[in-house]
């Protein structure tokens, strides 16, 4: 396992060092010494004279080996100029794939992390150039096998999970991905423009001590990121008088492609904590009416709290299966879905989705996925070419892609328009053999290593005909 053997080559000292040697020599030399004044020899006596006789000429020996030192570190700048300037030797080392001795014997004693994390990038540089540094008898399966047993062991991910993750990237894209996991996300906060201005809080909370600063691009005008705080960001007076929401970047990002106006009839078809039914209310001036909903009870509590501390008036709560919608309500002018997932996207917030997602949760999940969709469709009314937005906080495409797929088939009532979303990348057409609706382009993709937000899903709908 790891590198052959190969022959070391002499390599000038780096420039650095050079300075550092001459910077150590200039620092050996006395530095309270002046000069005799050689002009006016009378002034001195006869015993500093000789004495500086002696003294010229030991500054003369130091100059002449000063001289040298230089003519011998120019030589060796040059010397490196030209290594530097010389085209890369391409190596013919193989890095070899472990045993299985060897790897019995990594499991049954002590696994380096470094050596494992070593590996992985040397099956990367393999598999990026596959036919010149591939180990004879080896397939890209067997460096595939090896490199998910190791990011597994650096990362957590269970054989499912990393199965769908190396799907959806690139091999480097998906090493990218799982560092970003690793390292938390920037804390937000959504300014209730119910009650205040983004400066307004922003100055508010640098008086404490907050260092922030707005969202990264234009595409907020109410989000700030906060980066330290000696205050707890959730305990402020500026908090508890409902002048913000702490709340993540990406979970604005339906609300915008929503898009709600004032005096409206919208649903939040899967609305606790409260952050976007909320959004929503403040986007629409408290006119209209927003109609709260959540499956589960007790995540209620939450939304009616949020909903009285930012002041919201045109809100009411309930509590229903949504895919009881359109029966126990319909005619809305805007619903959104922001649906129950696996939560891919917010690995870095619980990292145990890494290990406890299997197949038939994903089953499930999608199956509740495509009732929901199909319900916040059928709840919007066709006379006022209803709008239905769907999202997600998972990166998946089963999840994603082929939810809102089906939904086009069974609904051709329907079609995708615009998120007004400028950033992100594109919804997939084609996904290993699948092909999906070519209108799926216009879907939304947002990924923690690209965007430095949590994973997201935004597809937008708009009703055409009843």
Known sequence: MGRKAKNKQDIPLPLEIEKQVDSKDSEDQPKNLEPLDQDNPAEHPASQINSSYDSNSDRKSAKIAKLEKIIESDSKKELLEAHLNMPPVESTELFELPTQEQLDAENEGFKDMKTVQIRIQEIINVLNNFQRLRQPGKSRSNYIDQLKLDISFVY????????????????????????????????????????????????????????????????????????????????????????????????????????????????????????????????????????????????????????????????????????????????????????????????????????????????????????????????????????????????TVDENEAVVNYALSKRPNVKLVETGINFGKPGFTNFRGKRFNSSLSLTRRFYPHTNNMDGFFVAKFQKTAS
């Open 156 to 395: 957590g991910y269970n054989d499912f999970l990393l199965s769908i993750l190396m799907d959806l990237f690139t091999i480097s894209e998906l090493i990218e991905f799982l560092e970003a996991n690793e390292a938390p996300r920037p804390i937000t906060i959504r300014v209730n423009t119910l009650k205040a201005k983004r400066k307004q809080v922003a100055q508010a909370l640098i008086k404490r001590g907050v260092n922030l600063d707005v969202l990264p691009g234009k595409w907020s005008k109410v989000g700030l990121t906060i980066f330290e705080s000696p205050v707890p960001i959730g305990a402020t007076p500026e908090y508890m008088a409902g002048m913000y929401m702490i709340q993540s970047a990406s979970s604005f990002l339906p609300v915008l492609a929503l898009d709600p106006m004032p005096n409206e009839r919208v649903l939040d078809m899967s609305a606790a904590p409260g952050g976007k039914s909320t959004y929503i209310a403040a986007l629409m001036s408290n006119t209209g009416v927003v109609f709260v909903n959540d499956a589960n009870k007790d995540r209620t509590r939450a939304l009616v709290a949020n909903i009285h501390r930012l002041g919201v008036t045109n809100s009411l709560v309930s509590n229903y299966d949504g895919r009881e919608f359109p029966k126990v309500m319909g005619g809305f002018d805007r619903v959104l879905l922001d649906a129950p997932c696996s939560g891919t996207g917010v690995i870095s917030k619980d990292q145990s989705v890494k290990s406890n997602k299997s197949d038939a949760d994903f089953q499930l999940l999608t199956q509740l996925q495509k009732e929901l969709l199909l319900s916040a469709i059928d709840s919007t009314s066709p006379s006022k070419a209803g709008i239905i937005v769907y999202s997600t906080c998972s990166v």
